[in-house]
């Protein structure tokens, strides 16, 4: 009679998960994921054929998180980009490990920033057609031209140099938007 598998694939994509959320995706390896399952690395190795291919699944659900975390998040201002960039900061701030692996890794498992921000749910898409139904005269670049702006101050998130509450960032967001807006 075979032996019945206790550790199942979602055990170990939860765990991997968890372990990127709180200690950084460096920080996920065989020995410590099988630590945190409580079994030997042999079950890891008999779901991934290796730690890339569980990585990359790790990725796809880090890129969930995102999009759950953008769409749940609280709709504060009707001009475009602001939401998303308030969101974009938040996460940086709240899930500074899971912003990394996304947003600050060479490696992206095939995804583009645009498809990263864009989600399932067409975000992206929305938010610049927003801009255009706004006026925009090229609300493509105008997006850019914030997403420098929102991508710098959530990378000063994650050094610790910035000290900005949510108003202050608003209140920056919207002038940026009116700086670069152009009709």
Not at 20 to 44: D, F, N, V, W, Y
Not at 55 to 64: K, M, N, R, T
Not at 94 to 103: A, G, I, R
Not at 154 to 168: N, P, R, W
Request: charged share 25%; net charge neutral; aromatic share 12%.
């Amino acid at each position: 009679m075979a032996r019945k598998e206790t550790t199942t694939r979602a055990d170990i994509v939860r765990a991997a998960f968890e372990i990127t959320k709180e200690e950084g995706h460096g920080m996920l390896t065989a020995r410590r994921l099988a630590a945190k399952i409580g079994c030997s690395t042999q079950p890891i190795f008999r779901v991934y054929k290796n730690m890339d291919e569980l990585y990359a699944q790790v990725y796809d659900e880090v890129i969930e998180y995102f999009s759950v975390f953008c769409e749940e998040f609280p709709q504060v201002d009707s001009t475009p980009f602001i939401n998303l960039g308030m969101a974009y900061i938040k996460f940086a701030e709240v899930q500074p490990n899971l912003f990394e692996v996304l947003f600050l890794s060479k490696s992206r498992y095939g995804k583009s920033l645009y498809e990263l921000l864009n989600g399932k749910n067409g975000s992206l898409v929305k938010e610049i057609n927003k801009a255009k139904l706004a006026g925009a005269k090229s609300p493509s670049q105008l997006f850019m031209q914030m997403w420098i702006f929102i991508h710098g101050a959530a990378c000063m998130v994650i050094t610790g140099d910035y000290d900005l509450d949510e108003a202050e960032t608003l209140n920056l967001l919207k002038a940026s938007y009116k700086a670069y807006y152009q009709a």
